[in-house]
Nanobody
């Protein structure tokens, strides 16, 4: 099993920045990808950014150029630096980890609210 704990959400004005962090514990040795999903009220959870254990990254088109995902494998931590935030970025952000055989794990979520 893998446990994920997020931190760093909050309230920020449009144009501001936030940095989310997620620490993994438990069976972290076989995690091959970590990332972030977001879920706005009334909408489905969707991918924001993903990073593989080799450092390959994937971003949603809506955040390219504004968000940066990074990973510290030694600390089992993934980060999401969010710049130039927009009101439409408001959502609960969930940390995600994947192990072989498509075993997926989720954090409890952290609220990000961007005011206009």
């Amino acid at each position: 099993q893998v446990q994920l704990v997020e931190s760093g959400g909050g309230l920020v004005q449009a144009g501001g920045s936030l940095r989310l962090s997620c620490v993994a514990s438990g069976s972290t040795f076989s995690i091959n990808a970590m990332g972030w999903y977001s879920q706005a009220p009334g909408k489905q959870r969707e991918l924001v950014a993903l990073i593989s254990d080799g450092g390959t990254t994937i971003y949603a088109d809506s955040v390219k150029g504004r968000f940066t995902i990074s990973r510290n494998n030694a600390k089992n931590t993934v980060y999401l630096q969010m710049n130039s935030l927009k009101p439409e970025d408001t959502a609960v952000y969930y940390c995600y980890a994947r192990r072989p055989f498509n075993r997926m794990y989720w954090g409890q979520g952290t609220q990000v609210t961007v005011s206009s």
